[in-house]
């Protein structure tokens, strides 16, 4: 599902115009960026949460070459499901 579905899914089930419906659905996106930015988790009920990770730096290989070199320290997001949405996409929800 794109944004743009998402959006159009608002419209139809809210009731709000295209336009309103888009600037929601930027609006909820921004602001979930903003506070993964920041390092802070964000917490969706009943279907997951969104979480940065640190990873260190580690040593790695070139698979083609085999020449080994350091991969650089990063942040990574992680999402964990609910139990509730767990249990929704096994049918017992």
């Known amino acids: 599902m ?6 159009d899914a608002i419209c139809e089930r809210v009731g709000f115009t295209k336009k309103k419906s888009g600037d929601l659905t930027e609006l909820i996106l921004d602001l979930m960026k903003e506070c993964l930015e920041r ?3 964000v917490m969706i009920s009943g279907f997951g949460n969104f979480e940065i990770h640190d990873k ?3 040593k790695g290989r070139n698979p ?3 020449e080994e070199l350091i991969i650089t320290q990063r942040r990574v ?3 964990k499901p609910s ?3 767990k249990e929704r996409l096994n049918g017992r929800g």
Do not use: M, S, Y
């Open 2 to 7: 794109t944004k743009t579905e998402v959006a």
């Open 39 to 41: 390092g802070e988790k």
């Open 56 to 58: 260190k730096p580690r």
């Open 64 to 66: 083609q070459t085999g």
């Open 77 to 79: 997001l992680a999402f």
């Open 83 to 85: 139990q509730v949405l």
